[in-house]
């Protein structure tokens, strides 16, 4: 009996922590994403004007990075290199991505990124370190914004069951109404100034879905994949 309550009560977890998921992919709300993968966003796209050739590098970048980042968790799975030596290549994989932006994209669109970054992140994008460096967060801000998205952690996972009797609407309000206290309780933490200065670094705002900003494979064969020559240079 005991086995059975606990296979219910484990079978209604894994159950509400996929409504929880679904809800978070919705809303872009439980995933900090990076510039590189916000430029392959069509939105993004056209926020910078990007030409083909353009799109078409970005699209490469993106797809050569999960490439190489699929390569990696593949050989830490079969003990290949160590966690440490998996996150110290990962972070060396997203930093030479952000290299690569800036050889892609001109000096204004990279300006134009940032403030998109900004905007699709909100309260994520102050775990960057560019962000923490123009808004001047001290050590302190940036222990107390650690112990608030570990606070906004628990939120979550005790809302979990709370889930269960609700209709999908109903969840989709809750979770967006836990989701603006758990921003609160990060952005409080800015000063006045801090928050005025994170607010301007959104620049002017663009409509966009988060779901824009994931990477599919199709929409990234499609935009890697070599133009054929046509009969008449085949010809030259």
């Known amino acids: ?74 050989s830490a799975r079969h003990k290949k290199i160590s966690m440490p030596e998996l996150f110290l290549s990962l972070d060396k ?34 775990e960057d370190a560019a962000v923490i460096a123009h808004l001047g967060i001290t050590e302190e801000q940036r222990h107390a914004i650690d112990r608030a998205r570990e606070q906004n952690t628990r939120s979550l996972r005790e809302a979990y069951p709370t889930f269960r009797n609700l209709t999908r609407q109903e969840q989709r309000a809750k979770f967006e109404s836990l989701q603006h206290a758990n921003r609160e309780r990060v952005i409080s933490i800015l000063t006045e100034e801090q928050r005025v200065a994170f607010e301007a670094m959104k620049g002017e705002s ?15 064969n499609a935009l890697t994949k070599p133009v054929a020559e046509s009969p008449q240079s085949q010809s030259h």
């Open 1 to 74: 009996r005991m086995l059975r309550n606990l296979l219910l009560r484990s079978t209604f977890l894994l159950v509400a922590l996929c409504d929880i998921s679904c809800l978070a992919n919705e809303s872009g709300a439980m995933a900090f994403l990076p510039r590189y993968q916000i430029a392959f966003g069509v939105p993004a796209e056209n926020a910078l004007n990007m030409d083909q050739d353009q799109i078409r590098q970005i699209a490469e970048l993106n797809a050569n990075l999960k490439r190489d980042t699929t390569g990696l968790f593949q």
């Open 93 to 126: 994989l997203r930093s030479t991505a952000d290299s690569e932006l800036e050889r892609i994209l001109t000096k204004d669109q990279l300006l134009r990124l940032e403030e998109i970054f900004i905007q699709v992140n909100d309260a994520k994008a102050l």
């Open 206 to 220: 663009i409509e966009f879905d988060h779901a824009e900003f994931r990477i599919r494979r199709s929409r990234t």
